[in-house]
């Protein structure tokens, strides 16, 4: 027995999120998977904030906007999404004709959430001369309401390219947008939403590790708030972070992003430490909870059954294209690729 179909595997998605399949304990998932992206001519992509077994199967490893021009250029017919949905979503706007899965149609995000697409239209209608900056962390309907996708290794580069005088909505994340609006001197109107996991760092906790490890440097996300980055050493995207890490001297590292991060980091660079921030919260973990539902067990199935898919509408998939492939667009002119 390899695997075992509980009932309809459409129903099974449909209620779960993912397909709920029984699996042989012996089956070989990492052959397995091998196996499958050769017949089905596949390929995994995967972000940074996966858990280890993950990240060791795909194909390629990023942040948001390493994993937009990775599915820009696939010429695999399915592509195996693992990270939350709007990335899945981004990979489908981008491949209309191929199939895109992800392991768990449940796998969202908190930003993403905190900025519905009816609300932020009329938020829009309130600012109708300013220009739409949207993180790409954000769902479809979000997008088709932009003017420029970024992500946080492109932002500053994208702002500083436009007029000082272009009124600019920056959404959903308000954190990154300050950060933004700080180091380029801005005044962006920002959306207010935020991401759950860069938000309950703890500077008191962060600051009372430092004393512990005062050779460490504090790395961190732009997407954490304004305490934390005035803590760090070096403030830049998911790579940006792994590649300072790979090329500055120090051997220990406090890291305040999402704990994923750790694993490229090790393998990277194994003879340093490195440190996850401590979030304030009882469980003292930052892990994404999204992320994180997805398992290799999910990729195996999904690949099997090529299930849950991204469908689109074609309107949405066409609106929701412009503002990426602009800022394809500018990633490239500025050497971000």
Not at 31 to 51: C, D, M, P, T
Not at 246 to 261: H, L, N, R
Request: with cysteine; proline share 6%; charged share 25%.
């Amino acid at each position: 027995m390899n695997t075992m179909l509980v009932t309809d595997p459409k129903i099974n998605v449909e209620k779960n999120g993912f397909l709920n399949v029984e699996i042989d304990p012996e089956l070989d998932l990492f052959a397995e998977i091998e196996r499958l992206k050769k017949e089905k001519n596949a390929i995994i992509l995967a972000h940074y904030y996966q858990e280890p077994d993950i990240q060791d199967v795909a194909d390629y490893i990023g942040d948001s906007l390493g994993l937009a021009q990775k599915a820009e250029k696939t010429n695999a017919d399915i592509i195996v999404f693992a990270g939350v949905h709007f990335m899945a979503e981004t990979a489908k706007i981008l491949n209309p004709t191929k199939k895109v899965v992800i392991p768990d149609l449940k796998a969202g995000c908190s930003l993403s959430d905190s900025c519905p697409p009816p609300l932020f239209e009329q938020f829009k209608q309130k600012h109708p001369d300013y220009l739409v900056i949207s993180y790409i962390n954000c769902s479809a309907g979000i997008k088709a309401l932009s003017d420029i996708i970024c992500t946080s290794s492109n932002t500053q580069k994208i702002v500083e390219s436009l007029p000082k005088d272009q009124k600019i909505i920056f959404a959903p994340d308000k954190n990154l947008g300050a950060y933004i609006n700080k180091v380029t001197g801005r005044n962006m109107v920002l959306w207010n939403g935020a991401c759950m996991v860069h938000e309950i760092f703890s500077v008191e906790k962060i600051t009372k590790l430092k004393l512990r490890h005062p050779d460490a440097k504090v790395i961190a996300h732009p997407e954490c708030e304004d305490p934390v980055l005035q803590l760090a050493d070096f403030i830049g995207s998911t790579t940006q972070l792994l590649k300072y890490t790979e090329k500055d001297s120090s051997q220990e590292y406090i890291v305040a992003t999402e704990t994923g991060i750790l694993h490229q980091m090790i393998k990277s660079n194994p003879h340093k430490t490195f440190i996850p921030a401590p979030p304030d919260n009882s469980c003292a973990c930052n892990d994404c909870p999204h992320m994180k539902r997805n398992t290799l067990e999910k990729i195996y199935l999904c690949m099997e059954y090529e299930m849950p898919e991204i469908l689109m509408d074609e309107e949405l998939r066409l609106a929701a294209k412009k503002p990426i492939d602009r800022m394809l667009e500018l990633s490239a002119q500025f050497g971000l690729i």
